[in-house]
């Protein structure tokens, strides 16, 4: 049975700040409201930070607003396109 290598915590950062970005990426091109997209991406930067993911999903959360607000949304915004 081959040995593990341990886990090398500078590419763990770094698999994460990748997949931050990537996640980042395409909260961009989603159609949300500018304010929306923005805490999204914010959001996301914070969750990689120690000590910060929890405010982070906190927040998230609270611009997103109550579901039934952000389905309202969606349905004036496909009634208009």
């Known amino acids: 049975m081959p040995q593990r290598q341990p886990l ?5 950062l770094r698999g ?13 091109k989603m159609t949300v409201p500018v304010e929306q997209r923005k805490a999204l991406t914010e959001s996301l930067s ?5 000590g910060e ?3 982070a999903m906190v927040d ?3 611009a997103f607003g109550p579901a ?3 389905i ?3 349905q004036n915004s496909l009634a208009e396109q």
Request: glycine share 2%; proline share 6%; aromatic share 0%.
């Open 53 to 55: 993911q929890l405010q």
């Open 8 to 12: 090398d915590p500078i590419e763990v």
């Open 46 to 50: 914070k969750m990689v930070m120690p």
């Open 72 to 74: 309202a949304e969606i």
């Open 16 to 28: 994460a700040r990748d997949n931050i970005r990537r996640l980042q990426e395409l909260a961009g």
């Open 68 to 70: 039934t607000t952000q």
């Open 60 to 62: 998230l959360a609270d």
